[in-house]
């Protein structure tokens, strides 16, 4: 049973910075990407980041430049490194990884963590 765990949500204020850990220890990053989604009430969930087992990384337009996404093979974490946070960045945030099918597909969720920028 693949679980993610995340941890390091919480509220600060705009222009500080958080991270957020996302660990698996069932899960091997071997072959499809894991990622961040993030969604507010009343919209659709994003993905923020996404990271690849060759190390290959995507953003989002409105957090290039500002978040950074990473792997630990050793740790068996994800990070998503959030600099000079918005207001717009408030919402809950959920890492994701991919099950390899006939294409890899999003398949396992953490729990979400909420993020506060006030």
């Known amino acids: 049973h693949v679980q993610l765990v995340e941890s390091g949500g919480g509220s600060v204020q705009a222009g500080d910075s958080l991270t957020l850990s996302c660990t698996h220890a069932e899960y091997t990053f071997g072959h499809c990407a894991m990622g961040w989604y993030r969604q507010v009430p009343g919209k659709e969930r994003e993905l923020v980041a996404s990271?690849?087992?060759?190390?290959?990384?995507t953003y989002t337009d409105s957090v290039k430049g500002r978040f950074i996404i990473s792997h630990d093979n050793a740790e068996r974490t994800m990070y998503l490194q959030m600099n000079d946070l918005k207001t717009e960045d408030t919402a809950v945030y959920t890492c994701?990884?991919?099950?390899?099918?006939?294409?890899?597909?999003?398949?396992?969720w953490g729990q979400g963590t909420q993020v506060t920028v006030s």
């Open positions: 994701a990884a991919g099950r390899r099918m006939l294409t890899c597909v999003w398949n396992y």
């Open positions: 990271i690849k087992p060759d190390g290959t990384t």
